[in-house]
DNA sequence: CCAAAAGTGTTGACCGTACACCCATGA
DNA sequence: TCATGGGTGTACGGTCAACACTTTTGG
């Protein structure tokens, strides 16, 4: 490569990352205890540093891997915040982006355990930096998206129950919907195959188990589709 | 203010600008004719360097101004490309930025006249890099934030005709709309100001001007609003 | 047998869309 | 007087929101 643009202010560039989970009741939000300074031991995203080699996008893979050992992970590009002083300890500019995962596969690797902690989205507290400001954004971002992608389907797990997915969209919403009219949407869709099988848990009669119809939704996609709950 | 991340690698930042304008016929894109290597002379968006003291907003407004003289546009960030082979010369992110200006502000400087040039969006050429690719997501930005803000004023004049918003919004989405419908949602939304005077040009009847609300948009706004097309 | 969650239909209000004719005026 | 674009109302169909009772079964 032959450098054309030597004259120019090179910039440090973070990656900072929304991690969205669902544990069939509430929304929350992976965060870690810092463990650098500065700002050492408050509560922030979970980030790095880009290096030479690689994307974005493959920074935040990065990163995401090394928390979680999980490799397939819903991921989106949210925002470049590059206000000059946005931290403190010295100009860089951060690359959010966010991340929804299914309760189920994440087990946080040992070494981690203490430092990592899941927040209700209620609950969420003050972050380093302008790591709120990111999350508002985040949260902004996946209540839009969900109404017009089915988004939601990749935090929870492969099969899950109609009840399940209202008591996601009522998270994500924070407000409730009627079940008769849910279930009448979501169907309507045709986006869901029901399994024969039911889900014990939770309730006496059971709920039927259903597994998003991916080859339908490609299809749909393909044709300029638009879905609101 | 003391170095905490030394080890770090640096980047070069890019701040690419999607500028578009209306005529009161086309949508129309600003684009340039690269005066520098790598690619020179081929057409690329406006765009420049980071700099050390300015935020990303900032360096892109520094650009537009650099460009029109015009200081107050509707500046909006698209997205952050961080491919690592994205720029030839050497590695680059770039921010990108689209912008809403009215073509009756605009005239373009004198040492511009011969390299910047408007383009009539179903007329883009081949653009440097990853530009049309940006182009297209700056496009579909527009077309989903017409549905839901108010944005489409800031293309046209401060004083304007509905058939003239009508075209304005014809020329994003690319689909004619039926103007008694038309007319009938933006006057419901109560947004628009009805002038006394007339546009004579362009009919024998001329049509009234209209002013945008400002301040009953702000109200809507704080009260969670929003509008569709 | 009872508590607790799953499952099921109908109706009225509202909104989007389709559609055709008159108006004002400069040339 | 005529050509050109501006301006106006109605009716239909589809979608959204509100609403209450029955089913299943483990304890």
Redesign the pocket.
């Known amino acids: 490569m032959t450098p054309y643009y030597f004259d120019n202010t090179r910039f440090l560039v973070a990656v900072d990352c929304i991690i969205f989970g669902f544990d069939n009741k509430q929304l929350k939000l992976l965060l870690i205890k810092r463990n650098f300074r500065p700002q050492k031991g408050k509560w922030s995203l979970v980030g790095g540093f880009l290096e030479g080699g690689e994307s974005l996008d493959q920074a935040a893979l990065r990163i995401l891997y090394n928390l979680s050992g999980l490799n397939d992970i819903y991921l989106e590009q949210l925002y470049t915040y590059g206000e000059t002083e946005r931290d403190p300890g010295e100009r860089v500019l951060s690359t959010a982006y966010y991340a929804l995962i299914r309760a189920e596969d994440y087990h946080l690797p040992i070494n981690r355990e203490s430092t990592a902690k899941w927040f209700p989205i209620e609950k969420i507290p003050n972050l380093i930096f302008d790591h709120n400001i990111m999350v508002d954004k985040a949260m902004r971002r996946l209540r839009r998206k969900s109404l017009s992608q089915p988004i939601g389907f990749e935090l929870l797990p492969d099969k899950f129950?109609?009840?399940q997915l209202q008591r996601l969209y009522e998270a994500i919403h924070q407000r409730e919907l009627?079940?008769?009219?849910f279930?009448?949407?979501i169907l309507s869709m045709g986006l869901l195959k029901k399994l024969d099988e039911?889900q014990?848990t939770?309730?006496?009669?059971?709920?039927?188990y259903y597994r998003f119809d991916i080859e339908k939704y490609n299809d749909l996609v393909s044709t300029g589709f638009h879905f609101?709950i």
Do not use: C, V
Request: glycine share 10%; hydrophobic share 15%; aromatic share 4%.
């Open positions: 129950t109609i009840p009627d079940k008769r009219n279930r009448k949407k039911k014990k939770g309730s006496r009669k059971g709920a039927f609101e």
